[in-house]
């Protein structure tokens, strides 16, 4: 059993508990990545993160818990959670306005519901985002550096990745870093009930073996 599990996260929480209409979906699609965006997104982020109802339950549907809560299932099915006691948890987002938001919301969950479950310090890259190639590029070495110290005290047996939440780039990034490092990732795809489990054996053959659960 892994003593970390990293998730990425993105910015779907908001889509849960039909808390914002479509056309206010459009307008946080248009400004997804911006770190200023106009009075009237920042108003309705404002407004929706402190919506009564990402403090309830609902927000354990959103990718990164849904996969988290399988992957318990799998390793200790007893448990009746979505953690898994003695693990250290970490969350990844960017430093763009929605995602400082949604870090937000997932803090004051867990803040009110699992104070008690381990967390590391939000890592909160600086221009992750795609609007910009050379910006995109400055991150992920960024992002390198941060999870090259983050992990750099486990066993590679010891860390898993789950690689849900968050832009699909990057997620596809964390799964070459975590090939290169030969930490274990887990992905659901969206509306899936199974997990796909890959845990990379070096040496050895390419693509990594999948397990569905």
Not at 44 to 53: I, K, M, P
Not at 57 to 83: C, G, H, N
Not at 105 to 132: M, P, T
Request: charged fraction near 20%; aromatic fraction near 12%; charge should be negative.
């Amino acid at each position: 059993m892994p003593k970390l599990i990293v998730s990425t996260v993105g910015t779907t929480l908001f889509g849960i508990s039909d808390v914002m209409t479509q056309e206010e979906r459009t307008l946080l699609g248009r400004h997804a990545n911006d770190y200023n965006p106009p009075k009237v997104v920042r108003d309705l982020l404002d407004n929706v993160a402190n919506d009564a109802r990402y403090q309830s339950m609902s927000i354990l549907k959103t990718a990164e818990f849904d996969t988290l809560a399988l992957y318990r299932k799998k390793v200790q099915p007893d448990l009746a959670d979505w953690y898994l006691p003695g693990v250290r948890y970490g969350f990844i987002g960017t430093d763009t306005f929605p995602s400082k938001m949604v870090l937000s919301v997932f803090n004051r969950f867990l803040d009110a519901h699992y104070n008690s479950v381990n967390r590391c310090e939000d890592i909160v890259v600086r221009g992750l985002q795609v609007g910009s190639a050379i910006g995109l590029d400055t991150a992920l070495r960024e992002l390198y550096h941060l999870l090259d110290r983050l992990t750099g005290p486990y066993d590679r047996e010891d860390v898993l990745f789950n690689i849900s939440g968050g832009f699909k780039f990057v997620s596809g990034w964390m799964a070459a870093y975590a090939v290169h490092r030969g930490f274990a990732t887990m992905y659901t795809f969206e509306g899936s009930k199974e997990m796909i489990l890959t845990e990379p054996q070096f040496p050895g053959d390419f693509p990594p073996r999948l397990s569905y659960i």
